[in-house]
């Protein structure tokens, strides 16, 4: 069971915490203001809760749980930098930020202050708040862009199916998209309502997204040459 505490600058006075890792991150949530950035790397890509059957968007890291794409390298700097990742470890309850001391993040020898010698939140701790800010805000903001989307009939099924060069075939399965053709389909007053409501962006950026999925098919399939 994970240990929760309410962060305090005098309990957590010497807490430090280490960099987030998406080393066992294949689908990280993500809100609708961050599309557009997380686009220009990654695949973002739609599936459901399996407790609620709710729609919620993601950012697609990889295929394979323990096999990172992106050691050592720009997107996994981006990667790190979305604000479910920046956050792990940190929670919302109430109006106070919850820890789970049992997280990795924490105890590492390589960590980085919570707090100054003041007791202020360091750079490490006020970039978790700023990702929790975004998220609190965000998710709500996203909820709605999904079920406008799903009115709209905007939100289908994709193929996920790969063949890699040593044989192994994948197939990931109930992940979504949006519709490119159904979104060019819609009538004005749909499409001008979209556009005013900020959510016709957001629509296209995740559209482009897809042109990153061959590219982690290619990531992949060389992590399989390599352990060869």
């Keep these: 069971m994970p240990t929760w505490e309410v962060l305090n600058s005098q309990v957590h006075a010497t807490l430090s915490i280490a960099a987030p890792s998406v080393d066992t991150r294949l689908f990280v949530q993500v809100v609708a203001a ?23 968007a993601g950012a697609m ?18 990667a790190e930098r979305l604000f479910d990742v920046e956050r792990e470890g940190f929670y919302v309850s109430d109006d106070s930020i919850v820890i789970d001391r049992d997280h990795p993040r924490f105890g590492g020898a390589d960590g980085k202050p ?6 202020k939140p360091d750079e490490p701790l006020r970039r978790v708040q700023r990702a929790l800010a975004q998220l609190s805000v965000g998710l709500d903001a996203t909820d709605q862009f999904i079920r406008a989307c799903l009115d709209l009939k905007l939100i289908e099924p ?28 819609l ?39 390599e352990a060869a």
């Design 34 to 56: 961050e599309f557009e950035a997380a686009a220009a790397r990654f695949p973002i890509l739609f599936t459901k809760n399996a407790e609620t059957g709710a729609f919620f």
């Design 187 to 225: 009538d004005d007053a749909a499409a001008l309502d979209l556009f005013r409501r900020g959510w016709l962006q957001p629509a296209y950026a995740v559209i482009g997204s897809l042109q990153h999925v061959p590219r982690l098919a290619r990531l992949h399939n060389d992590r399989l040459a």
């Design 158 to 185: 994709i193929d996920m199916t790969f063949r890699f060069d040593d044989g192994e075939q994948l197939a990931l399965e109930g992940l979504y998209t949006i519709s490119r053709d159904a979104l060019g389909a």
């Design 114 to 119: 919570v707090f100054d010698w003041e007791g």
């Design 61 to 78: 890291l990889g295929f394979k749980p323990g096999q990172p794409l992106f050691a050592d390298s720009r997107d996994r700097i981006d």
